[in-house]
């Protein structure tokens, strides 16, 4: 090679590195196929097949297609592969990977037909509402460009962007598509047989690889994948897909490549109506305090509710709350008009919430525990006129009573001998199904309570499926546990008295504590119980500690939150032999879908499903554009049906917003903000909100799953994890974490240092062990960078976790005070800093992990251009990865220095020698000219 081609090479591929740097030298997207399994085993290399045969006339369309368009088959088959992960992912930023005849190899060039042989990152951006011909022309683009660059090694590339330290992972892309003419895809006239292995290899550490070829005329597409990660049912629904959008491209280039068709006619069916199919008669002409009274009628003598040593039964109750209900109406209490109520945990708090229900007037809950500018801003909203309440409540709240000046207010306490000469008989009922039962305040977006008005038409369905999915007998005890304002009080006591069960009270400390909730249980020997997850988390923890056995619990609805199974859970059920139920649902729309968990403990799945469409109820789950996503792929929740509220009250605009029509049927859709997706089996998987959907370094995060790892730690008794935005805007994950009450035992804790208390001992040796734990069970991804250490977990009133009460991190690590080891050399001050300024920390030591601090792969750029200016050497990126701690970078940097001056002095020699050298021969020269 002559030295005039040596530099036109050398050139060109410092063209072709610089064109690969500037694609993706960014932050690259990693495609997570919603519906593969979280984690394979570090073996990747198994590897199934599932195929799909075109048939001739659709093959023939095809080819059609791409002459009229004037391209190839590999980019039309592409674009539909491009398209199809954009609608699984809702990612706009997409790299498929894709094998290109290698020049430097193979000594000549490459097409867009040929078999790709070097890997090379196609990576198009899909962003903007584009039609399928638009995205055809950038991906061609993309491709076109990629050949023209094909000459730059993929490893080198892999090696200057630093994307290879996880070696479980395909790096730079998760997904590739080859065009082939042979079985296996590897055209024998394009690969040499000793490269056979490093393709192998790297198409075995992809997720997906889409292989097509033509045969006889025919087109033939065939998915290799790696069953530890999908199964084959999933990798079925991929093919079928490919196929249908690929007939959609073919049929109509100008669509918007959001509404191409997707699923297949047998798929739409089964999600939209055989899923579904949920119709059933209930009681449509009836209140649900109609169905309390035909029980009144049946069991007027059965004990109906309980509370320390008072009991009273049907009749007794329904005459106190007939006497409430005939009070309230003279003072002008009728259908659609607000009663709010204020009442603490007592017999009154019953009698007077069945009172309204029978007055017909519109109950409005004012639960006593929440802020007084609270319930008064509730109260004002609701423009409630009567305020049923007791004097010892009131007078505890004088911002409330404040704002109840002016309007009706009635005292159940003081009151009652005025109360307790009305008619005790059931007053007539005048409201109708369609008007308002309930007006329940929730959170806002605006930083205001808003209030949700549900009818009684829907509140009436929502008793009587309870009432028909219940296992526990008719007297059942059922416990009263959630607080005045939630929802669920209501499902508690009116499917109790409406199946002839003993509502049992409990008083707000017993609530609370969870040593003296589970006593409670014992002694009162109670049968059915509607828990927050918190509760019956902290309840299995403590009966799991030896405290009462649980006998008489046959029955537990879980609600409010991702239920989540700790063995501890898992140990109570298997001590009880009782059900669990994990109910979905809003305030919006109560308990909309549910899952029956039964059997052996040991089989449940750490992160249940929220099951399928209870009676009368749809649920869709919809992408952006309201068109149904396949099975496996996430999507929003949608529901509608029997169930649904009304709307907000006097919020009309929001209303609109969350209430759309329905475009599968009649009524109305809720749009419930819920991320969620549907398994084979038709049941449902809640992933997260919409509105707080996490992604950390382009990766899609559960953060139930987690907590549920977190918390299966013996050490740990709750945990919660939030995303934080840090410095320099890289999101990390906080994991906030409350030890078991053994924790100290657990980890073996001593006081070790006497400058070091056991809280602080606790809280380290706590986060180690929650590390190596996590790390052995989750990408390094979904391991928090921050981990901080709570006495008890912040809640709300209704006793879910309260995530904007959860205290800021603390940077400067007070925990490691005594133990820390400070920089102390010149090196390893100025690499402290450096990792001080990217992690967003106050302090490091010499002997911290950079990637259990919260580094990662995508930082170590910033790291390393920083230090670059700082040493002037050449330290690698990959450096930084074999040398993770502050003490072992700076022993390597400073043999660098020692070999570089060893190397200097060296070559200095070799120059002086040449020069030398070059002097005399010159000096020879000279000597040796002719004269003229």
Same mark, same amino acid.
């Given at each position: ?90 990612? =706009? ?62 490893? +080198? ?70 069953? =530890? #990660? ?39 069916? !089964? ?14 002409? +009836? ?7 035909? !029980? ?20 007794? #109750? ?78 505890? #709240? ?286 449902? =998987? ?44 890289? +999101? ?104 001080? =300024? ?59 220095? +020692? ?8 070559? !200095? ?24």
């Amino acid at each position: 090679m002559s030295k005039s081609q040596h530099l036109s090479g050398k050139s060109s591929m410092i063209q072709q590195e610089a064109y690969w740097l500037k694609q993706l030298g960014t932050v690259l997207p990693v495609l997570e196929i919603s519906f593969k399994h979280s984690k394979a085993s570090k073996q990747l290399f198994l590897r199934k097949k599932e195929t799909i045969k075109l048939n001739e006339k659709l093959s023939l369309e095809i080819d059609k297609f791409c002459k009229s368009e004037n391209i190839t088959l590999f980019i039309a088959l592409l674009t539909t592969l491009k398209i199809l992960l954009l609608r699984y992912t809702e990612q =706009e930023d997409i790299i498929v990977g894709s094998l290109c005849a290698d020049s430097r190899r193979e000594g000549k060039g490459a097409s867009q037909q040929e078999t790709f042989t070097n890997p090379i990152a196609l990576r198009t951006s899909l962003a903007g509402e584009l039609t399928a011909k638009e995205v055809l022309r950038r991906v061609a683009a993309t491709v076109e460009e990629a050949v023209q660059n094909n000459g730059y090694p993929f490893e +080198k590339l892999v090696e200057n962007l630093g994307k290879s330290e996880d070696l479980t992972r395909a790096p730079i892309f998760q997904v590739m598509f080859v065009l082939c003419n042979v079985p296996f895809c590897i055209s024998e006239t394009s690969i040499k047989q000793e490269h056979l292995a490093d393709i192998e290899e790297h198409i075995a550490k992809c997720d997906l690889v889409i292989l097509a070829a033509e045969s006889e005329g025919n087109l033939t597409v065939s998915c290799s994948y790696n069953p =530890e #990660l999908f199964e084959s049912d999933s990798i079925q629904r991929i093919l079928g897909h490919f196929q249908t959008l690929l007939v959609g491209i073919v049929a109509n280039l100008e669509q918007d490549i959001s509404t191409l068709p997707l699923l297949t006619q047998a798929e739409r069916h !089964q999600l939209l109506v055989e899923w579904n199919n949920t119709d059933a008669e209930y009681p449509r002409s +009836k209140c649900s305090h109609q169905l309390v009274e035909d !029980q009144v009628e049946r069991t007027p003598d059965a004990i109906a509710v309980e509370f320390e040593e008072e009991q009273l039964t049907y009749r007794e #109750l329904n005459r106190r709350a007939n006497q409430v209900a005939h009070y309230l109406r003279s003072l002008g209490v009728k259908p659609e008009v607000p009663v709010g109520f204020c009442v603490e945990r007592t017999l009154a708090r019953v009698i007077g919430l069945l009172g309204i229900f029978k007055s017909n007037g519109l109950y409005v809950p004012l639960d006593p525990t929440y802020p007084e500018e609270r319930l008064a801003y509730m109260l004002s909203d609701s423009q409630a006129q009567v305020l049923l309440t007791t004097e010892k409540t009131l007078s505890s #709240l004088p911002q409330l009573a404040l704002c109840a000046q002016g309007r009706q207010i009635v005292y159940l306490d003081r009151d009652w001998e005025v109360i307790s000469q009305q008619n005790s008989e059931n007053p007539l009922t005048q409201v109708q199904p369609d008007n308002l039962a309930y007006v329940i305040y929730t959170s806002g977006s605006t930083g205001r309570p808003k209030g949700v008005a549900m009818e009684h038409r829907a509140f009436c369905n929502f008793i009587w499926w309870q009432l028909h999915s219940t296992t526990v007998s008719n007297s059942a005890k059922t416990l009263q546990f959630a607080p005045l304002s939630f929802d669920i009080s209501l499902q508690e006591s009116f499917t109790t008295w409406s199946s002839g069960g003993i509502l049992v009270l409990l008083s707000e400390e017993v609530r609370r504590n969870p040593m003296a909730l589970a006593s409670f249980l014992a002694s009162k020997r109670i049968e059915r119980a509607f828990l927050p997850c918190v509760a019956l988390r902290n309840l299995a923890e403590v009966v799991n500690n030896g405290r009462p056995v649980l006998t008489t619990l046959r029955e537990i609805m879980v609600t409010g939150e991702q239920l989540q199974i700790t063995p501890a859970i898992a140990n109570l059920f298997k001590q009880t032999d009782g059900i669990l139920y994990n109910q979905y649902g809003l305030t919006e729309n109560p308990t909309i879908t549910q899952f029956t968990l039964t059997g052996e403990t040991s089989s449940w799945s750490a992160l249940p499903s929220i099951g399928s469409a209870t009676t009368n109820a749809k649920v869709y789950i919809l992408d952006r554009c309201l068109q149904p996503v396949p099975i496996g792929v996430p999507g929003e929740l949608y529901v509608s049906g029997e169930w649904l509220a009304r709307g907000y009250l006097n919020l009309p605009e929001l209303t609109s917003e969350r209430f759309i029509s329905n475009p599968f049927g009649s009524g109305r859709l809720l749009r419930t903000r819920d991320i969620a997706r549907y398994l084979s089996d038709g049941n449902i =998987e809640y992933l997260s909100r919409a509105d707080n959907w996490v992604k950390i370094r382009g990766f899609s995060i559960e953060l139930g799953e987690i907590e549920t790892v977190i918390v299966q730690h013996p050490a740990v008794g709750e945990s919660v994890v939030v995303p934080q935005e840090g410095i320099l805007g890289n +999101k990390r994950l906080v994991a906030y974490v409350v030890p078991h009450e053994h924790a100290t035992s657990i980890l073996n804790l001593e006081a070790e240092l006497e400058q070091v208390s056991l809280k602080e001992q606790l809280a380290k040796k706590l986060e180690l062990a929650v590390r190596t734990y996590l790390r052995e069970r989750l990408p390094d991804y979904m391991v928090p960078a921050v981990f901080v250490t709570l006495e008890k977990m912040p809640l709300t009133p209704s006793g879910k976790v309260n995530r904007l009460a959860l205290p800021a991190p603390n940077k400067s690590r007070p925990e490691l005070a005594t133990t820390l080891v400070i920089p102390k050399s010149k090196a390893e001050k100025q690499i402290a800093q450096v990792w001080i =300024e990217v992690l967003g920390l106050d302090v490091v030591g010499i002997h911290d992990n950079f990637f259990e601090l919260g580094g990662y792969s995508l930082l170590l750029p910033q790291i390393h251009n920083k230090l670059a200016e700082i040493f002037g050497s050449e330290l690698s990126i990959m450096a930084l990865v074999q040398y993770p701690t502050i003490h072992a970078l700076a022993q390597h940097l400073s043999q660098i220095d +020692k070999e570089e001056y060893a190397v200097n002095g060296r070559e !200095q020699n070799s120059r002086l020698a040449r020069k030398s050298i070059a002097e005399e021969q010159r000096q020879r020269r000279q000597k040796n000219r002719p004269t003229k």
